[in-house]
């Protein structure tokens, strides 16, 4: 399968997830210069001023390294839009977009052909996240490029269908740019992703413990400290199921094994619960996070994803 021209300039085939709140320009670039795919959510510069001086200072900084480095130049970067008709500030943080030519979008909670037309015009993609086939079908129908397939064990709004039963029914019908999601926190993992047939990994929780993120120490340790049996799926805290740690839970004054059921109808991505506000309080993550061991800078912790990718494709080959 071949990918987009902007797909292809990376040094490792992943994507850094938008982490919601945590994700600011330092994280972006320092993924995006060690040969990643950076990105960041629009709605986490606030006020919405701020993403205007955010997509400027992500640009010139890869515009500057380009000039420095032009044997390793470096990845484009992503902005992920919520296209939810509840987004007040779409418009506004679509033209700034534009404005900006920004190479991939990656757009969440609904699949609406106008958004897709907009990036399509400036020359952009659009790669849209899904959890099951009735949404990957309906993204691809109104005009998104590709997709990411957020399975099981995903960080934040994550699915509950294997990876491998994911990706397997998208390539039956789809055989463009796929990125999947779900636990993957090592090099080894984005090999696997690859081998199941998806073009690249999309990793979040392992950059929430780097030391650009923008979270709290006692997130990032948290997220060191803990495993696979410490993440929580609930739809309590936004009325969408989602993964987090169960220690913010418990430090919020809940019971993680006796949590209510949420509200669908009531959405709210920024809700208080028992005092505890979501993302902000009660904090995302992926079951991946038993590969996380220390907070690191962004750069080293792709180095090491690559050492461990190169060294799981040499065993594979030494296997034949």
Request: with cysteine; aromatic share 6%.
């Amino acid at each position: 399968m071949s990918l987009p021209d902007v797909l292809g300039r990376l040094r490792l085939p992943v994507i850094g997830a938008p982490l919601f709140i945590i994700a600011n320009p330092a994280l972006v670039i320092a993924q995006c210069t060690a040969g990643i795919i950076g990105s960041f959510p629009a709605l986490n510069a606030r006020p919405a001023s701020q993403l205007d001086e955010w997509l400027a200072e992500i640009t010139e900084a890869l515009a500057a390294w380009d000039h420095a480095h032009p044997e390793t130049p470096s990845a484009p970067f992503a902005v992920n839009q919520i296209v939810h008709r509840s987004n007040d500030r779409l418009e506004h943080d679509m033209a700034l977009c534009a404005k900006y030519h920004v190479p991939v979008v990656i757009t969440s909670l609904g699949a609406r052909p106008e958004v897709n037309q907009a990036v399509h015009a400036w020359g952009g993609i659009v790669l849209h996240d899904v959890i099951n086939q009735v949404f990957a079908h309906k993204a691809i129908d109104n005009g998104a490029d590709g997709l990411i397939a957020v399975a099981a064990g995903a960080g934040g709004h994550a699915g509950t269908q294997s990876p491998f039963a994911l990706v397997q029914e998208i390539r039956s019908w789809f055989d463009g740019p796929v990125a999947l999601a779900g636990a993957i926190a090592r090099g080894e993992s984005i090999l696997a992703a690859q081998a199941m047939g998806a073009d690249l990994a999309y990793i979040g929780s392992a950059f929430i413990a780097t030391e650009e993120a923008r979270a709290a120490p006692a997130y990032k340790q948290m997220l060191v400290d803990s495993a696979a049996a410490d993440i929580v799926y609930t739809d309590l805290f936004t009325g969408v199921h989602g993964n987090y740690l169960r220690g913010s839970i418990v430090a919020s004054g809940m019971d993680p094994d006796h949590l209510p059921q949420g509200d669908p109808s009531t959405m709210d991505f920024a809700a208080v619960v028992a005092g505890a506000k979501a993302w902000k309080d009660i904090w995302g993550c992926g079951q991946g996070i038993g590969a996380i061991g220390a907070v690191t800078p962004a750069a080293d912790r792709i180095q090491q994803l690559k050492r461990e990718y190169i060294a799981a494709r040499e065993r594979i080959c030494d296997m034949k």
